[in-house]
């Protein structure tokens, strides 16, 4: 089945940095790409996500980018604020299915 | 958000207890799946479901069972809980392969 691997699983930054994660998946088959993020007690939101037909998507501050050749994607954050630390988590998914898995997440922390 | 809802938010049990996780959405969305989230592990999917009466496994099903008689409800029962089973369970809904809204979360302790 498919794996997907995220990394770092930490990550600290300075505000108005920019903050990369990086997912890796295994099954070629995968075509959709979201990212949640979860703050601290509370429940995954959806900030943004991709599909295999393209190769880049950009809302605002953040950006992902996707490469099926080499079966990775990312999250670009720019301009880091205070508010964007929480717990991100990348998924890969062939329209839901035993397929749509999720990686183990990434705490970043962004230092005032 | 208020479009999700699961109950009870906290429940401790015992082992070999039957426990039973609620989960329903008012917006009429055709699949509802269930996740649990343990530190080091992220979400991993338990059952899923894409209509009313169409149930199908994950990637931890096992100690576990789903129905989903109506497209709003899906419950989860965890037959003779165990204290792995002890997890954040989220349940989530969506209407096709896009967005999955998740509840608030149930915190299950078994001790």
């Known amino acids: 089945g498919e794996n997907v691997e995220q990394h770092p699983s930490t990550l600290s930054v300075q505000e108005g940095d920019s903050a990369v994660i990086k997912c890796t998946y295994s099954?070629?088959?995968?075509?959709?790409f979201p990212w949640y993020k979860q703050e601290l007690g509370k429940r995954p939101q959806l900030i943004i996500d991709i599909r295999s037909n393209v190769g880049e998507k950009k809302d605002q501050r953040i950006a992902v980018t996707l490469n099926k050749t080499a079966k990775h994607f990312s999250l670009h954050i720019t301009e880091t604020q205070p508010e964007d630390s929480a717990v991100y988590f990348c998924a890969a998914s062939i329209n839901y299915g035993q397929n749509f898995v999720f990686g183990p997440g990434t705490r970043l922390s962004v230092l005032p | 958000d208020a479009g999700i809802t699961q109950s009870p938010r906290y429940k401790i049990t015992e082992t070999g207890r039957q426990v039973t996780l609620m989960c329903h959405q008012t917006w009429s969305h055709s699949y509802m799946f269930w996740y649990r989230q343990d530190l080091g592990h992220g979400l991993r999917l338990i059952y899923y479901s894409a209509a009313a009466d169409i149930t199908d496994k994950g990637e931890v099903p096992d100690g576990y069972v789903v129905s989903r008689s109506k497209t709003e409800n899906f419950p989860l029962t965890l037959e003779s809980a165990t204290r792995s089973q002890t997890s954040v369970y989220f349940c989530?809904?969506?209407?096709?392969?896009?967005?999955?809204?998740f509840g608030p979360g149930t915190r299950l302790t078994v001790t």
């Open positions: 099954d070629s088959a995968s075509n959709y």
């Open positions: 989530a809904s969506g209407q096709g392969a896009d967005e999955q809204y």
